[in-house]
């Protein structure tokens, strides 16, 4: 199934294994990577900014069928000017935050975000997640399903009453139900896979960079990626977040969420992740099921 914003934690580990192999410098502006990015005032815009949502950039104002073609969208971030002094504040970059660290891992590696994950993380850990998904596998995603009383033109919002209306283009269950979306690389927003695969994924994050036989990162690069990097009242989810290297940090355990349900936390002192998928939407507001899971486990433990 769609995870769709757990799919976060999937692309901010592809940075992070080039940021552990000296490729990736998280103090060093985006411009160093991309140059065309420099425009509009983003010369400023840092790497750490972008995992961290403080970039300036968090709605997506392009069509919807843009953000379907790579090079359109990213063409499109990259002339688009900064709505805030980066780094000064914090604002969600629902769609965004893939393009920009998507095209970071492809202007590096020259593969695609969706490529590299396949090879570099997914393959090695012999994980059922794709961000991209291949056609020949259609037949086993399980479509989303609004929640009761909504058809698939809901669309995507904040939980928080009081969060302010954004700018953004919206997008509908329609839209995460298509092909069109499937067969993308969204590396926010277009994750499939199942809790199975997202836990096994993030385990890696859990353990110090290292899951079986297979090491990803250092045990260093692991705990670099706690490291706060901005904390303060969201300006498009209407709530206090505290973010570190493209995970959240969460009083204690780490991760994020997705529309929908979808949930991932990690426990490093504990070597513990917790995963949480479904096809079932509810209303953001009324919607704990993953928390309910995540908090008995830990409380468990």
């Not at 420099?38 to 069509?63: F, I, M």
């Not at 891992?105 to 291949?134: H, K, M, N, Q, Y």
């Not at 069109?180 to 927003?189: D, G, K, L, Y």
Request: glycine letters at 12%.
């Amino acid at each position: 199934m769609n995870v769709f914003s757990v799919t976060k934690t999937m692309t901010a580990l592809c940075a992070l294994v080039l940021v552990d192999r000296g490729l990736l410098d998280p103090d060093a502006p985006v411009a160093r990577y991309w140059p065309e990015f420099a425009a509009a005032g983003k010369d400023g815009v840092l790497v750490r900014h972008v995992l961290a949502h403080t970039a300036g950039l968090p709605d997506w104002e392009g069509p919807v069928d843009e953000l379907y073609d790579w090079t359109a969208a990213t063409a499109r971030l990259a002339a688009s000017a900064p709505k805030w002094e980066p780094g000064t504040a914090v604002g969600y970059h629902s769609l965004t935050q893939g393009f920009l660290v998507g095209e970071l891992v492809r202007r590096i590696t020259g593969r695609s975000l969706g490529a590299f994950f396949a090879d570099e993380v997914a393959g090695p850990l012999d994980a059922d997640f794709w961000i991209g998904l291949p056609a020949e596998h259609d037949d086993r995603v399980a479509l989303t399903i609004p929640p009761a009383g909504r058809d698939e033109d809901y669309t995507a919002g904040s939980s928080a009453e009081e969060a302010p209306a954004t700018g953004g283009t919206p997008m509908t269950v329609r839209n995460g139900n298509s092909a069109a979306w499937r067969r993308s690389e969204i590396p926010a927003a277009s994750g499939f896979g199942n809790a199975r695969s997202v836990a096994r994924v993030q385990s890696v994050m859990a353990c110090g960079g290292t899951l079986g036989n297979t090491q990803l990162l250092r045990s260093e690069t692991c705990d670099l990626a706690w490291v706060e990097q901005f904390s303060g009242e969201d300006r498009v989810l209407g709530m206090p977040v505290s973010w570190g290297l493209g995970y959240a940090r969460l009083g204690g355990p780490y991760g994020w969420g997705g529309w929908g349900g979808a949930l991932v936390m990690i426990e490093p002192t504990q070597q513990l992740v917790v995963a949480y998928a479904t096809n079932q939407m509810r209303e953001p507001a009324q919607d704990d099921r993953g928390m309910q899971v995540a908090m008995a486990a830990l409380t468990a433990v």
